[in-house]
Structures are given as structure tokens and as C-alpha cells.
């Protein structure tokens, strides 16, 4: 264990469970939409089942587990307590899901009712989170992987008030703001600043952690997230000016402030070769594929820059966004829940035996099963492979990409829930044994020497 984690002040494990169950159902419906719709998803960012399916992935899968590790992993790290931790995780879920399934809903039959809902449902549910987790971050102690945190958390909430304002811009007869700008906007506040900064803030302490490397160095931690969130602000300060600026101001910011992620990823990289655990673990390949996406994202955006008009540069922002929710984002969320599920499982039982000895709490790598783990992998690097040929030639691939994501996400569910139901079988066991145990020492309490009463 790393000295300054505060494991006592963990939540119960209900908190982030839930958003952790129910996150991979999402992955799984936007592969039943590419399988339902084919090549028509990946033709266009702007298409209504594109938009849908990407925010199931985005909002559904990846925001949901972000929630759900957030309100776990600050109490642990920065050993402040989220207020009322189970009704903000219950009431944040469920709006949450049924905003997302109503946002869906509205981008694929096009519905303005639909995405009005859905904004005041996705709304209220950050909102709620967003001011559960500042009350607790406000009085956090310092640390990297707090500033992280505080930087992470407040691009969600820039991410959201874009979203809001785009999405409302669509649905309205209003000539406003240009819809391009603000979604590009939108989503370099969400993939690069709340959840790119959220990842490299966990993965200061997980994979040290979890995968015994070396710590991340100290002139990475301090920089990255404030210099990140600079970044944004400038960025979307020269968006904003728009024609007030060179044409280049924008492209060059960003292209430098990519640098910086492709400098986290080869220093994670760097850190897992150095690590001291040199047995095999599948975790770790997710994590490889995820920071590799990171360059290749770099490289699709240069290309998109510099390329000519062409019906393959037309192709890359759908590869583009490929490489970075799929290759980036799904594969380090898949790595960090293969990691925290089976430690949380462990250190519930652990601490709910209250000091006594527990022989039926299984070994961490035993609560998912690793040829499970080791099969979901594959399926997510063919779905994964898939998807880049459908991004580049949408026909047939897409249907073999479709197949792969729902195989993929439900296999994973099924590991999680496999997690889940260990603990929920040992909790089960230990209360029927309970009342055995302590009506025997009750017995053995009143009988003489201790020894037990026989039974007449």
C-alpha cells in the first residue's frame, strides 16, 4: 500500500458499484447500434445514430465509470469525505442513466422534446455531482493527484455547459454560435480535460499501485494538469476570437498541448517496462493499447491539418475519434476496473470481518477470473481493430465492429458482476453463520471456565 492513502475513509462499496454495473450495458447498446445500422453510424460524426451511439459510449460508459471511481478514489487519496455519499451516488445514477438513454434517444429520431429532457436530466445529475465532489475537493488536502482531480472536475463542468448549449443550439430555429466550433470545444473540454486529466490524476496512484512501478516524476505531476487546463482556456479563448487571430494560433496550441499527453503516455509506458512484478498481467495490455492511442490520435490530427482534400483525410475525424474514446478511453477504463473492482471486493471483506480472522475472503486475483479477463481483452482489441476498418471503409466491417463492442461490453459486465456476486456470497454466508456463532459464545460465556452448556 502507498503511504497516504486513507483506506478507512472509503465509501461503501455500494457507491461505486453501481455506476460501475451498470456503465458496460451502455458500451453494449452503442454496439447493438452500429450492428442495427451498419455503415451509416461511422459515415459522419454528424449523423443522429453517430451522435447517439458516441455518447452512449461517452456519457453512458466512460462517464459513469469516471463518476463511480471519483467518489471512490477521493475519500482514498485525498482522505476527505464526499457528503451523503449514498443518495448523491443514487440520485447522480439515476439521472444520469436516464439522461442518457433519452439524449440517445433524442439524437437518433432526431426528437427536440427528447433532447430537451435529456439536457435538464444530464444537467441536474453533473450538477449534483459536480457540487458533492467540490465540497469535498475544496477541503482536500494538496497532492498531484488532487490537482488533478480539481482540474478534471471543473472541465466536467465546462463540458456540460457546452454540451447543454450545443444541444440546444441543435434543436432550435435560432442562428447562434457555429455548431462545429462549440462541438469541437465540447469535446476537447470532455476526452482531453475531464477525462484525460482524470486518468493521469488515478494513474498517479494506480499504477504505481497496482502494477509496482516506480512513481510517476515530480515535474510531470505538478505540470500536467494545471498546464492542461491552461491550455483549454486559451484554447477556447482563440476559438472564441475566431477571426481576430492567425489561423494558426488554435491548430499550433492544441498541437502543443497533444505533446503533453504523448509525453504521459510514454512515461507510463516507461514505468510499466521498469516494473518489479515481472509475472504477466492482462491489465497491463489494456494500458499499452490505451497510451499507444494516444500518439496515434496525434498523428491523425496532424494529418488532418496538414492533409489535402481527399475522401481518405474526409475519413479520419471518424478514426480519429475511434483512437481516442475506443482506443484511449474505453482501454484505460477497462485496465483500471479489472484493478479496483477485486481490491474493493477484498478490502470490504476485509474490513467488514472487523479485525477477526476471514478466511473466506478469496486472493484479489481471484475474484475475476483471469482466462475471462484475458478473453474480454481480445474481444475489445477486435473490436477495436474492426472499427478502424469501418472508419476507413464503412461497409462490412462495421457489422463485424458492432458484433465485437457487444460481445466485448457484455463479457465485461459479466466479469464485473462476477466480482460483485463474490462479495455479495461471502456477505450472504458470514450472516447465516453469524447467529450460530454468537449464540455459542453466549453459551460459553455463562457456562463455568467457559466451557459450553451441552444441550438437554
Known amino acids: 500500500m502507498h503511504p497516504g492513502l486513507n483506506l478507512q475513509q472509503a465509501p461503501p462499496i455500494s457507491v461505486p458499484f453501481r455506476f460501475f454495473i451498470a456503465a458496460p450495458l ?34 453512458g460508459f466512460i462517464g459513469l465509470v469516471m463518476c463511480g471511481a471519483l467518489m471512490q478514489m477521493l475519500p482514498v487519496i485525498a482522505g476527505v469525505v464526499i457528503p451523503r455519499p449514498i443518495l448523491v451516488s443514487r440520485m447522480v445514477h439515476l439521472l444520469l442513466v436516464v439522461g442518457t438513454l433519452s439524449l440517445a434517444a433524442g439524437f437518433h429520431w432526431w426528437s427536440a422534446p427528447l433532447l430537451k429532457l435529456s439536457a435538464a436530466l ?35 463542468a465546462v463540458t456540460v455547459a457546452l454540451g447543454v448549449f450545443t444541444a440546444l443550439e441543435l434543436v432550435s430555429a435560432r ?49 500536467l494538469a494545471p498546464g492542461v487546463l491552461a491550455g483549454l482556456v486559451v484554447w477556447t479563448a482563440l476559438y472564441i476570437a475566431g477571426d481576430d487571430v492567425p489561423a494558426l494560433a488554435a491548430p499550433a496550441w492544441l498541437a502543443t498541448w497533444i505533446a503533453v499527453f504523448i509525453t504521459f503516455a510514454v512515461t507510463t509506458l516507461r514505468l510499466q517496462a521498469r516494473r518489479r512484478r515481472r509475472t504477466e498481467d492482462v491489465t497491463r495490455a489494456f494500458w499499452i493499447v490505451g497510451m499507444l492511442s494516444i500518439p496515434a ?107 465485437a463492442l457487444v460481445a466485448s461490453f457484455s463479457l465485461l459486465w459479466a466479469n464485473l458482476a462476477e466480482g460483485a456476486l463474490v462479495y455479495v456470497r461471502v456477505t450472504r454466508d458470514r450472516r447465516k453463520r453469524q447467529p450460530v456463532s454468537l449464540a455459542s459464545a453466549a453459551a460459553g460465556a455463562d457456562s463455568p471456565r467457559g466451557i459450553e452448556t451441552p444441550p438437554r
Open 26 to 59: 451502455f458500451g453494449a447498446a452503442a454496439g447493438l447500434t452500429l450492428l442495427a445500422f451498419g455503415p451509416g453510424v461511422l459515415v459522419s460524426r454528424w449523423a443522429p445514430t453517430t451522435l447517439a451511439s458516441t455518447h452512449l459510449v461517452t456519457i
Open 122 to 156: 444530464l444537467s441536474a445529475g453533473f450538477v449534483v455531482f459536480v457540487a458533492a465532489v467540490s465540497a469535498a475537493l475544496l477541503r482536500a488536502r494538496g497532492g498531484d493527484s488532487v490537482t488533478a482531480m480539481r482540474a478534471a472536475v471543473a472541465a466536467l
Open 175 to 223: 442562428s447562434g454560435p457555429n455548431v462545429a466550433s462549440l462541438t469541437n470545444l465540447h469535446l476537447a473540454w470532455g476526452i482531453l480535460g475531464w477525462v484525460g486529466l482524470l486518468v493521469c490524476g488515478v494513474a498517479y496512484q494506480v499504477v504505481p499501485m497496482f502494477q509496482i512501478t516506480p512513481r510517476y516524476p515530480r515535474w510531470l505531476t505538478r505540470h
Open 297 to 403: 490520435s496525434g498523428v491523425l490530427w496532424t494529418a488532418m491539418q496538414v492533409g489535402a482534400d481527399s475522401a481518405l483525410v474526409n475519413r479520419l475525424p471518424v478514426l480519429l475519434g475511434v483512437c481516442l474514446l475506443i482506443g484511449f478511453a474505453v482501454s484505460v477504463v477497462n485496465g483500471m476496473l479489472y484493478k479496483i473492482v477485486p481490491f474493493l471486493v477484498w478490502f470490504h471483506l476485509k474490513r467488514s470481518a472487523q479485525g477477526a480472522a476471514c478466511p473466506d475472503v478469496p486472493n484479489v486475483k481471484r475474484v475475476i477470473s483471469a482466462g475471462r479477463i484475458r478473453w474480454q481483452f481480445r474481444l475489445h482489441l477486435g473490436a477495436l481493430g474492426a472499427l478502424i476498418l469501418a472508419a476507413l471503409w464503412p461497409a462490412w466491417p462495421s457489422y463485424l465492429a458492432g458484433l
